[in-house]
């Protein structure tokens, strides 16, 4: 059964930083594409970040340059550094993991990261 837990969400004034985690278990980690994915009230769900099980990233225009993602494949964590906080990066926080080449796709349930003064 394929679990994914994250933690780290929480309160912070703007400009502050955040480090989300996300822990996987039930899947091999090293073959799956993991990603951060954001929903802000009333809005559809976006990709934040990702990063493939080779290392490479990628980011959206609103978070590069404040937002880090990384993964450890000895914890089977992915992580997601936010720095620099905005009030327009409040949103629930979701860690979705992939496998490509196949339709193996799961998500977490989220976690709720509010900026504000």
């Known amino acids: 059964q394929v679990q994914l837990v994250e933690s780290g969400g929480g309160l912070v004034q703007p400009e502050g930083s955040l480090r989300l985690s996300c822990a996987a278990s039930?899947?091999?980690?090293?073959?799956?594409?993991m990603g951060w994915y954001r929903q802000a009230p009333g809005k559809q769900r976006k990709s934040g970040a990702t990063?493939?099980?080779?290392?490479?990233?990628n980011y959206a225009d609103s978070v590069r340059g404040r937002f880090t993602i990384s993964r450890d494949g000895a914890k089977n964590t992915v992580y997601l550094q936010m720095n620099s906080l905005k009030p327009e990066d409040t949103a629930v926080y979701y860690c979705?993991?992939?496998?490509?080449?196949?339709?193996?796709?799961?998500w977490g349930q989220g976690t709720q990261v509010t900026v504000s003064s």
């Open positions: 039930g899947i091999i980690f090293s073959r799956y594409r």
């Open positions: 979705n993991v992939d496998q490509p080449g196949t339709r193996n796709e799961f």
């Open positions: 990063i493939t099980s080779g290392g490479s990233t």
